[in-house]
Nanobody
Framework: QVHVRESGGGLVQPGGSLTLSCVVS????????MGWYRQTPNKERALVAY???????HYAGRAKDRFTISRENSNNTVYLQMNNLEPDDTAVYYC?????????YGQGTQVTVSS
């Protein structure tokens, strides 16, 4: 059974930074693409960034200018470093573990950017 657990969210002021972490178990972590997604009320979940097994990365929108996704295969962990946060970054952030047949998500972690 696949388990995905995000952590690291919280309240931060505009311009601040946060690092989200996600620990995955139950699959061959090093062989799968890992992604971060976010969702706000009344909107669909949207991709923020992903990193594949070759450590190639992809960012959506302006995330490439301010966010960095990384992975640590020895700890089955994927990170999202977020800098210069803006109020529009407020959302629930989900980690997604992609396999050939499915994407497994955790419960999410709330990020609130507000003064």
């Amino acid at each position: 059974q696949v388990h995905v657990r995000e952590s690291g969210g919280g309240l931060v002021q505009p311009g601040g930074s946060l690092t989200l972490s996600c620990v995955v178990s139950g699959l061959a972590f090093s062989q799968n693409t890992m992604g971060w997604y976010r969702q706000t009320p009344n909107k669909e979940r949207a991709l923020v960034a992903y990193i594949n097994k070759f450590f190639d990365t992809h960012y959506a929108g302006r995330a490439k200018d301010r966010f960095t996704i990384s992975r640590e295969n020895s700890n089955n962990t994927v990170y999202l470093q977020m800098n210069n946060l803006e109020p529009d970054d407020t959302a629930v952030y989900y980690c997604g573990a992609r396999t050939q047949s499915n994407t497994y998500y955790g419960q999410g972690t709330q990020v609130t950017v507000s003064s």
